[in-house]
Structures are given as structure tokens and as C-alpha cells.
């Protein structure tokens, strides 16, 4: 069964880190791009970040670029997404999907996981 599982969002304080992860079952990470995207209530989803299935190209939204990083564990068949100098517009659920190369548009991703949700609150 094809599954991608979201972990390690929570309540942060601004300027506070998480380390979010998509970790695949059913299926090889490495034969797929990973996009994070994120929505807010009453926001649409926005694509946050992706990176290649095969030279490991990374990529950003102007919003994120800087503070975000996204990385690959073939090994451990997961993406990671490490968030710091968080701000309260960062808050949204947070979801990994698989695509064929980096598009923003969710439409074209296949799989996606249940999402995580990020809070940054004082």
C-alpha cells in the first residue's frame, strides 16, 4: 500500500524550529520528487518546498527561503523539512506529496500524506 505519514509538527513560539518529516511505505522515496506544502483555514495550498528524486536539486518559496530546509534520507526512505525562525504566518497544516518533478501546482502531485500541524504562537 502506497503511504506517505507526516510527523513531528506542534506548537512553537516565534523564532522556535521543528524538524517535520515524510516517511514512504509501499514505495522508493528516490523514484519521486517531494513537495511540502501547507494550507491554512480558509487559504489555499501553497507549495512550500521541494527537492529532485536524482541530483537532489532543492527548491523554495520566496516566503520560506532561508529559514527552510529540505532534505533526503534514501536509507531511511524520508524526506525531511527542517523549519526555524518560525513566524506565526508559518502556522498551517503541512503535507509531503510525490510528483515527477518540482511543480507548484499541488494538482500535479500523485501520493499525499495526512498533513502535520505547525502552530506558531506566543
Known amino acids: 500500500q502506497v503511504q506517505l505519514v507526516e510527523s513531528g509538527g506542534g506548537l512553537v513560539q516565534p523564532g522556535g524550529s521543528l524538524r517535520l518529516s515524510c516517511a514512504a511505505s509501499?514505495?522508493?522515496?528516490?523514484?519521486?520528487?517531494i513537495g511540502w506544502f501547507r494550507q491554512a483555514p480558509g487559504k489555499k495550498r501553497e507549495a512550500v518546498s521541494c527537492?529532485?528524486?536524482?541530483?537532489?536539486?532543492?527548491y523554495y518559496a520566496d516566503s520560506v527561503k532561508g529559514r527552510f530546509t529540505i532534505s533526503r534520507d534514501n536509507t531511511k526512505n524520508t524526506v525531511y523539512l527542517q523549519i526555524n525562525s518560525l513566524k506565526p504566518e508559518d502556522t498551517a497544516l503541512y503535507y509531503c506529496?510525490?510528483?515527477?518533478?518540482?511543480?507548484?501546482?499541488?494538482?500535479?502531485?500523485?501520493?499525499w500524506g495526512q498533513g502535520t500541524q505547525v502552530t506558531v504562537s506566543s
Open positions: 506529496a510525490t510528483a515527477r518533478a518540482c511543480y507548484s501546482d499541488y494538482g500535479r502531485y500523485n501520493y
Open positions: 509501499g514505495f522508493a522515496l528516490d523514484s519521486y520528487v
Open positions: 527537492i529532485s528524486s536524482s541530483d537532489g536539486s532543492t
